[in-house]
């Protein structure tokens, strides 16, 4: 063979999506080296990474796969699950979802990519698409506002108690529970109870008056399908001074009383329903609504209405420094991530639809529960009365009617021996209602039932006010409509197919077609999260297979996919700390020690699992101060029971004494739980569990490719080593120390197959490639801004990790010019901004990833050296320090083309500030946005169409 013939081998290139998936090529990487000042990335990995730390072996996971390889992998996988058809319910339905949403939305990453709307100028659209969604939870629950989703359910009902908890004026430490609420509701309420000292009290709704409770909450309909008036028992709370919470279904409030029409105080459930699949158990969006009175303590994200600069309407993230970051260790809840992709699908689903149209489905799946009811009971079979959707069957034996069905693909909810339910839904047709029949030797002439059967809802509990009155709702009924609509929206944002995020600490990078192409395979898609384990062996060996994959990148011994945020993952793992110290007869241990540095929801997750927050300080340089630790270790020795830390560091640098610090907490007898937030860093060349840590949350939306969906989906499995193992999150049914954290026994299953085929795609050696890249591209832009923008923190060798906070407080005292106002100016040049003023006010977190191509990362550089001369322009008096590009800034396209120009600078310097722009240009659907105005005047609901005004400036 020649000796310039390549080998077989190597035209297999079973490697190919490596390169795919990492930005600079060969001879990139070796330009950006040479800017740093090194010779080669094994050479950078060894400048900047500490060898006490340092992997000494490859990660032990299979070589790399080729795209086609892999989904022929993965459908191998899919195809052991079976599809069955599934009227279990209990809190999960089937729905049709659209075909103009499943690809204009789900399947669309100008949705799919974007980040959490913290910049207002840039998520105008997703954001008007999350206040649609509020809007439709408000209307439908009778309530005056809602958030923008929480996790599922279950979490929003633990929300919702300690909502109570902390609102109402009954001091009681009871909070009574509905017999009837969905199981998996009352596993997570007695997770989340347990640490927080509240007494649940679970019964029927008939004793909840027995007790002196803070709260009570309620399910409607419950969960066997009863329809009830729950008023008088309302009344009878509130004259106790507490509040009632109810977790309900949106679809059957298009047709039954809403619950703030008769006195609820908060409404919560699940939108699932509307438009977004089982997916074996998530992601779904949950909500909650409540009476305005609590709307300042209403924990997750809520997205309200200001006004730009020029006085036009504009969303934005209002009350916008939630709970967790306010009132940290003294917080109630840590929630952080919603499930912002699967709340625009919902809310979307009822743009599509409309009212009349939801009011249809409703009227649908009703009549065909009646009609199957009234078949069941000819032949001489008992069905509880009033229902919307489920029928509670009883006196049977439900064993053989369960197999019968089984035999049939068919999924019925089995509640004890003589008793099961069936929960019909949008996708059940005639033939389904007579099949079910059949199963019980009913016949079932449905036209004949039809003309003689009436409704099972109660009479005094139909709906009669309306819903959904906006045009919004009533104005996209058609598929080029809504296409349109969606195509808008998009077009007003930026996401990851538009630019580079250079978020630090939250890694936004490259979600790649090949790992999305999965989730919307029936055979993931379309499993009901409690179908019979035999059903779901493809899952099954998924979630093994994801979790060992886990294991090898980051050398702890197990992994629970059950948390559904990074958030929960938090709480997970100081769960596991806390039961197994409580294992050892060591239950008095409740001393988390948090750097002073820390996320918020670091010590909100330490106060919800039970523990007592200490401080520690960090030195100087944004270390963590040791010698503070080993006094407040030494201090608190008899009752210490974990440290929390990130690693690297909140401040972008490897810390030198990591080990040391274990060594210093396990000598105390504490555990070590290591924030995963920054694992782009470590994949392939460190491990938290080898180096001494014993839990992490991971950020699968991070580091392993889910994407972040505009603020969620996200999840955050839990790992430890093997003493934390038996701590893990418990399943449905199962006994266990430590109880559900999520409302599914797999949390957001249906996007595992994301981070599996990244894991399987880029193997053992292409994952250490990607952090080494990671790691090379945050220092390149580092080295290339340095003379413009001094990088605050660094650690040996003069190098960062794989982000970089840029200082520019000195600027800010010298100009007037600050970190926000860059920020703003990025929008100019068509950049999302970095990380502003966390975890240092006044800079910017630079986190630019590995998959950023090289002529991205010089973009991102040129934009910041332009907008640095442009600071030196007002240092030398030549720009005004209040009227300049940056004060100004972002610049609309009606600002710049309007009749008269004001500004002491040109107007092309506003809108083309690099001549590149002229060629592509973002241009932001507002100026920006007034955030006081916003907080002053909180109003979270879809504007009235008057309120848009025709303003030529813009």
């Not at 077989?8 to 330009?31: K, N, T, V």
Request: net charge negative.
């Amino acid at each position: 063979m020649s000796q310039n013939t390549p080998s077989l081998h190597a035209l297999e290139h079973a490697g190919a999506f490596i390169e795919r998936h990492i930005g600079p090529d060969e001879r990139e990487i070796e330009q950006m080296l040479g800017v740093v000042g090194q010779p080669s990335l094994e050479a950078l990995t060894d400048a900047i990474v500490p060898a006490s730390i340092k992997a000494a072996n490859a990660l032990e996971l299979p070589g790399a796969m080729t795209e086609v390889d892999a989904l022929a992998s993965i459908r191998a996988i899919a195809s052991k699950n079976q599809v069955f058809r599934s009227f279990i319910g209990q809190g999960y339905y089937g729905t049709h979802t659209p075909n103009v949403i499943a690809r204009n939305i789900l399947e669309n990453p100008a949705w799919y990519t974007a980040y959490t709307p913290y910049q207002a100028e840039i998520s105008q659209g997703r954001m008007e698409a999350l206040i649609n969604f509020q809007t439709m939870v408000a209307q439908l629950c009778g309530m005056e506002i809602a958030n923008a989703s929480l996790l599922d359910e279950a979490t929003a009902a633990a929300e919702a108690m300690t909502l109570a908890k902390r609102s109402a004026r009954n001091k009681s430490n009871t909070f009574f529970v509905h017999d009837a609420v969905h199981p998996q509701t009352l596993e997570l309420l007695k997770t989340r109870a347990r640490p927080l000292e509240i007494e649940l009290h679970v019964g029927p709704l008939a004793d909840a008056l027995e007790h002196d409770s803070f709260g009570v909450l309620i399910q409607y309909p419950d969960t066997y399908g009863k329809v009830e008036d729950h008023a008088a028992l309302v009344e009878a709370v509130h004259a106790r001074n507490g509040l009632v919470a109810v977790a309900t279904d949106l679809l059957a409030l298009t047709l039954l009383t809403a619950p703030g029409e008769w006195g609820a105080d908060i409404a919560i459930g699940n939108s699932q329903r509307f438009g977004v699949p089982f997916g074996f158990g998530g992601p779904h969006a949950g909500f909650m609504a409540c009476r305005d009175a609590y709307k300042r303590s209403m924990p997750g994200r809520l997205i309200g209405v200001s006004i730009d600069a020029h006085g036009n309407p504009a969303y934005r993230l209002t009350l916008q420094t939630r709970e967790q970051h306010i009132r940290r260790e003294k917080a109630t809840s840590n929630i952080c991530t919603a499930q912002v992709l699967l709340a625009v699908m919902a809310a979307m689903y009822a743009v599509y639809h409309g009212p009349q149209g939801l009011k249809r489905i409703a009227l649908r799946t009703h009549r065909y529960a009646a009609i199957l009811a009234a078949a069941l009971r000819n032949a001489g079979i008992s069905v509880g009365g009033d229902f919307f959707d489920t029928l509670h069957i009883t006196g049977v034996d439900a064993e053989a009617i369960h197999a019968k069905a089984a035999a049939a693909r068919i999924n019925l909810r089995r509640i004890d021996a003589a008793s099961l339910s069936i929960s019909l839904d949008e996708t059940t047709t005639r033939a389904d209602v007579v099949t079910l029949a059949g199963l019980f030797g009913a016949p079932c002439d449905i036209d004949a039932l039809d003309a003689i059967t009436g409704n099972a809802l109660p009479a005094d509990l139909l709906r009669s006010s309306s819903y959904l009155d906006h045009p919004v709702f009533n104005s996209h009924h058609s598929e080029h409509e809504l296409l349109r609509y969606l195509r808008g929206l998009a077009d007003k944002d930026l996401a990851m197919d538009r630019t580079m995020i250079p978020l630090g600490s939250c890694t936004m990078k490259l979600n790649a077609t090949a790992e999305m192409i999965p989730i919307t395979w029936p055979e993931f898609a379309n499993i009901h999260p409690l179908a019979p384990a035999e059903q779901t062996t493809g899952y099954q060996e998924l979630i093994d297979g994801l979790e060992q994959m886990l294991v090898k990148c980051t050398g702890y011994d197990a992994v629970s996919l059950q948390p559904n945020s990074g958030a929960q993952g938090e709480y997970a793992g100081l769960l596991a700390i806390a039961a197994y110290h409580a294992s050892r007869g060591e239950a008095h241990r409740n001393i988390c020690l948090i750097p002073e540095s820390a996320h918020g929801t670091n010590p909100a997750s330490a106060q919800m699992a039970g523990m007592k927050v200490v401080v520690t300080k960090c030195d100087a340089n944004g270390n963590i101060d040791v010698e503070d630790i080993r006094a407040q270790a030494e201090k608190h020795s008899a009752n210490l029971a974990a440290i929390m830390m990130t690693y690297p560091s909140t401040h972008g640098v490897f810390e030198e004494d990591v080990v040391e610090i274990c060594e210093i907490i396990h000598a105390h007898g504490g555990q070590v739980y290591t924030d995963g937030a920054n694992m782009n860093a470590l994949v392939g060349l460190a491990g938290p569990g080898a180096w001494g840590s014993d839990v992490s949350h991971l950020n699968l939306h991070k580091t392993f490719c889910i994407p972040h969906g505009g603020g969620g989906p996200g999840v955050g499995p839990c790992a430890v080593k093997s003493h934390l193992a038996p701590f893990l999150p418990g399943k449905l049914g199962q006994d266990g120390p430590v109880g559900m954290v999520s409302a599914a026994n797999h949390g957001s299953a249906s996007i595992l197959p994301i981070s599996w085929m990244y894991i399987t795609m880029m193997g053992g050696d292409g994952l250490r490639r990607a952090t080494q890249v990671a790691l090379l591209s945050a220092n390149y832009v580092a080295r290339r801004l340095a003379d413009h923008f001094p990088t605050l923190y660094t650690g040996r060798n003069g190098l960062v990790a794989h982000e970089c906070i840029l200082d520019l407080r000195p600027l800010e005292k010298a100009t007037g010019i600050g970190a926000e106002d860059v920020a703003k100016r990025l929008i100019d040049f068509g950049f999302h901004a970095p990380t502003l003023s966390f975890p240092v006010a006044g800079t910017l977190m630079v986190e630019p990833t590995e998959s950023e191509p090289k002529g991205e990362l010089d973009r991102f550089i040129d934009a910041m050296i332009q907008i640095r001369a442009e600071i030196a322009d007002i240092e030398a008096g030549k720009l005004d320090r209040e009227d300049n590009p940056l004060k100004n800034a972002p610049h609309t396209a009606a600002h710049v083309s309007a009749s008269e120009w004001t500004h002491g600078y040109p107007r092309e310097l506003a809108a083309f500030p690099l001549e590149s722009l002229k060629l592509q240009k973002y241009w932001p659907p507002v100026a920006r946005v007034d955030n006081v105005h916003g907080d002053k005047n909180v109003f979270c609901a879809c504007i009235p169409v008057d309120a848009y005004k025709d303003d030529e400036q813009g």
